[in-house]
């Protein structure tokens, strides 16, 4: 059964920072694509920044570019992300997600990290 | 503002058939990218319910279809049922932006 399980969230001042994680299980997890999705509360979804199987290649929401990195670690079969620099617009649920191999489409889905950004 | 445009809400009474219908833009859909529909039950995190324009995964019932036409594909859901009612997303591949793109989402009220 394929699990994405996400961590890591939580209350952060303006301008700090937070590392989430998402850890994967049952499948092969260095063979797609692997993104994150954010959404604000009440609002729609967001997605955030995606990478491929071996990490070589990267690509973020211009909002973001310059402060969120999306990582990866095959051996521990982990996703991450690092975000520096919080806005209160960055305030949301994260989930990680997986892209469907042939299509653009997240086929599964984590259950979301809360992060808010409040003095 | 969603890269991809969506009616806020539609309603239906329970059997009942209603559609969703997702607009876009040169840059995603109208590129020939393909859409997938997403169902979002309160509280929970978004479930894959058609890809590829009309391709359901396991486990998804057949009352749930994706058409395609033109620059303005839709989402159809016959014989509605109390279960079903959520937030429904449309997305697309954007070459833009290298990434997904969603539409705003659409709250479905059974009436």
């Known amino acids: 059964e394929v699990q994405l399980v996400e961590s890591g969230g939580g209350l952060v001042q303006p301008g700090g920072s937070l590392r989430l994680s998402c850890a994967a299980s049952?499948?092969?997890?260095?063979?797609?694509?692997m993104n994150w999705v954010r959404q604000a509360p009440g609002k729609g979804l967001e997605w955030v920044a995606n990478?491929?199987?071996?990490?070589?290649?990267?690509y973020y929401v211009d909002s973001v570019k310059g402060r969120f990195t999306i990582s990866r670690d095959s051996a521990k079969n982990s996703l991450y992300l690092q975000v520096n620099s919080l806005r209160a617009e960055d305030t949301a649920v994260y989930y990680c997600?997986?892209?469907?191999?042939?299509?653009?489409?997240?086929?599964?889905w984590g259950q979301g990290s809360p992060v808010t950004v409040s003095s | 503002q969603s890269v991809l445009t969506q009616p806020p809400s539609v309603s239906g009474a329970p059997g009942q058939r209603v559609t969703i219908s997702c607009t876009g833009s040169?840059?995603?859909?109208?590129?020939?990218?393909?859409v997938h529909w997403y169902q979002q039950l309160p509280g929970t995190a978004p479930k894959l319910l058609i890809y590829?324009?009309?391709n359901r995964p396991s486990g998804v019932p057949d009352r749930f279809s994706g058409s395609e036409s033109g620059t303005s594909p839709s989402l159809a859901i016959t014989g509605l049922q109390a279960e079903d009612e959520a937030d429904y997303y449309c997305?697309?591949?954007?070459?833009?932006?290298?990434?997904?793109?969603f539409g705003g989402g659409t709250k479905l009220t059974v009436l």
């Open positions: 990478i491929n199987q071996d990490g070589s290649e990267k």
């Open positions: 997600a997986r892209l469907r191999s042939g299509w653009n489409a997240l086929d599964y």
């Open positions: 590829g324009n009309n």
């Open positions: 040169s840059s995603n859909i109208g590129a020939g990218y393909d």
């Open positions: 049952g499948f092969t997890f260095s063979d797609y694509w």
């Open positions: 997305q697309s591949y954007d070459s833009s932006l290298s990434g997904p793109v």
